[in-house]
């Protein structure tokens, strides 16, 4: 059985003053809001460092996206941990209450 081929578009995408076209799985609009959203942190970092070297403020934007996916996750997991416990404490009390 073969698995339909997946289509990407090409969408055009301006991050930090450069054009870029990206390719993905995505819909454009959603492509669109992660350049967007790269490119707006992009301009944050520029205004707090002294450095215009564009790689050095890609880079300094990335560690900050990591930061926040990282934190994000932690907390997911720190959820689910927290949801896992309460599940096993209220089934532990089920039992309790059907064997009285």
């Known amino acids: ?8 578009t090409a969408t055009e995408v301006e991050i930090y003053g450069n054009v870029y076209n990206v390719r993905g799985e995505k819909d454009p609009e959603y492509l669109q809001e992660l350049a967007d959203m790269v490119d707006g942190r992009m301009r944050e970092i520029a205004q707090q460092v002294s450095t215009v070297d564009s790689a050095k403020i890609a880079i300094l934007a990335a560690l900050n996206i990591a930061d926040e996916l990282f934190q994000c996750q932690r907390h997911e997991e720190g959820s689910r941990v927290e949801v896992k416990e309460k599940v096993t404490a209220l089934a532990g009390e ?3 209450a059907l064997q009285d």
Request: zero cysteines; a positive charge; proline letters at 9%.
């Open 94 to 96: 089920l039992d309790r």
């Open 1 to 8: 059985m073969t698995t339909p081929a997946k289509t990407t």
